[in-house]
């Protein structure tokens, strides 16, 4: 062996250490600069071109968002879920009274809207145009009672009510059905809420506090603020702007209803 050779591979690790401790420094310093906010790297990583006159301000409206955001996420963080096995048994029904029909999510728990108070909200989409019966409804309601699975089931004037073995409640509602009248309101899928954070947290925040109010009539003032006032994920990533604004909103609501 070649001593050359082997001092000449120390120097190179030797080399190839020093250079990746220097790395690894930077990164760290580049990380701690990033989180500190008197650092202009802190705002550029953030999306400002530089430090802005105001940044205190800035710091404390980050800091109340974040205890905004962690706030709505919690109504809904102990929400209990239906169970597999429940589910698995709505489906077996389905497909034995009206077969090749589809069960979709809806509702507040689709958007992400829900709170630990929301129910389950399904939409059966009928094959070929297909209309249901009110003796399919019984079918469906008596084949749910009997299955062990699922703790209560009854015909609701519009929907299909159940509920699982801890209480949690779902409702199916049919895309047509012959005992509909005329006063019968099929929700329809708004995409407004999909992977719109900021819009979801100022409702479940809304729906917290305020649970006396229907939850489609907060998620439509939510909707009605963000479009009027432009808010969006840049100028309110949390919601809390647009929950602030609700809170006004739901007050006129109130008094309109008792007026």
């Known amino acids: 062996m070649n001593p050359n050779n082997t001092q000449g591979s120390g120097r190179g690790s030797g080399s190839s250490v020093a250079l990746f401790a220097a790395a690894t420094d930077a990164a760290h310093r580049n990380h701690s600069n990033q989180k500190n906010p008197n650092n202009p790297q802190y705002w550029s990583s953030r999306g400002y071109p530089e430090r802005p006159s105001s940044y205190e301000i800035e710091i404390a409206e980050r800091k109340a968002d974040g205890a905004f955001q962690h706030h709505a996420q919690m109504v ?57 019966h009110s003796h399919q409804r019984e079918k469906f309601v008596q084949l749910l009672q009997s299955d062990p699975r699922i703790s209560n089931a009854r015909a609701g004037h519009a929907a299909i009510k159940f509920e699982d073995d801890q209480g949690v409640r779902g409702e199916i509602m049919p895309s047509r059905a012959s005992y509909h009248d005329k006063g019968v309101v099929k929700e329809k899928p708004d ?28 998620e439509k003032i939510v909707k ?16 809390r702007k647009r929950a602030e604004e609700a809170e006004e909103e739901r007050q006129r609501y109130l008094s309109t209803l008792r007026s």
């Open 76 to 132: 809904a963080a102990s929400r209990p879920k239906l169970r597999p096995s429940a589910n698995e048994a709505v489906q077996q029904v389905i497909q034995q009274v009206v077969p090749r029909a589809e069960l979709r999510k809806q509702g507040s728990r689709a958007k992400g809207t829900d709170t630990d108070k929301s129910d389950y909200d399904f939409h059966l989409r009928l094959p070929d145009g297909q209309t249901l």
């Open 191 to 218: 995409a407004f809420f999909i992977n719109n954070a900021g819009a979801c947290n100022a409702v479940r925040y809304v729906k917290g506090q305020h649970p006396e109010v229907k939850g489609h009539v907060v």
């Open 224 to 239: 009605d603020i963000s479009e009027r006032f432009g808010y969006d994920r840049k100028s309110d990533p949390a919601g």
